[in-house]
């Protein structure tokens, strides 16, 4: 597995906020961006998409998961998110939704490293802390 450095966490934050920038948020106006790193190394990265019918928009981190799987990935290390009002700077931690805590689930182990920034600071949880007792695929077997 992959070691999540200080500088790889600060790489991370730098690709969520650069993906950020893609947003579509017509009508929320909170632009989201996240970027997955993988256990090869490769990172995957996602924005919120909303639609006027509002329950068909995707989130940044399903996003960067979708892109990832859709290529093929399986294994992965770590996601950072970042969000907030659209043209401003982050300035408070943005944790995933429900919905996106259950996609990650699907694919990571509970130590999974989710890579929170509010612009200055990170904050790092793993998947169980964000999900605990979580439901996944080792439920059905």
Do not use: H
């Not at 996003?63 to 998110?81: E, K, L, P, Y």
């Amino acid at each position: 597995m992959i070691n999540l450095t200080n500088e790889l966490a600060q790489a991370l934050v730098q690709r969520a906020l650069e993906a950020r920038e893609n947003a579509y948020c017509p009508y929320s106006g909170f632009a989201v961006g996240a970027a997955l790193l993988c256990g090869d190394g490769t990172v995957y990265s996602g924005c919120n998409i909303e639609c006027a019918s509002l329950s068909p928009g995707n989130c940044a981190e399903r996003t960067a998961f979708f892109r990832a799987v859709n290529d093929g990935q399986r294994s992965f290390a770590a996601i950072a998110v970042a969000g907030g009002p659209k043209g401003q700077a982050p300035d408070a931690f943005c944790a995933p939704c429900g919905v996106c805590r259950q996609v990650m689930r699907e694919f990571c182990q509970p130590d999974f490293a989710v890579i929170m920034t509010d612009g200055a600071q990170r904050r790092v949880m793993t998947l169980e802390e964000l999900l605990p007792m979580a439901f996944g695929p080792d439920n059905l077997k």
